[in-house]
């Protein structure tokens, strides 16, 4: 299995339990990737498991985070 396969697969099996080490194991497999094609590719796998990461973070708000600036 190439490491895009394995970034692919991290990325559909990634679970509020693993996704400290999927995000761990996701970085080592990008730095093996060497050409541009791959590194496009695995960024969209990148960016969706930086977002699990993100709302699945223990602390995170309610709500979906950033606060919008209302007027009053």
């Given at each position: 299995m190439t490491a895009l396969e394995q970034l692919?697969?991290?990325?559909?099996n990634a679970?509020?339990?693993?996704i400290q080490d999927d995000f761990v194991a996701a970085i080592d497999l990008f730095k093996q990737l060497t050409a541009e094609?791959?590194?496009?590719?695995?960024?969209?796998?990148?960016?969706g498991i930086a977002e699990m990461r993100r709302e699945?973070?223990?602390g995170r708000p309610a709500g979906g985070g950033k606060k919008k600036n209302v007027k009053r």
């Open positions: 692919r697969a991290l990325y559909f679970t509020q339990a693993t094609e791959d590194r496009e590719k695995a960024a969209v796998f990148m960016e699945w973070s223990p």
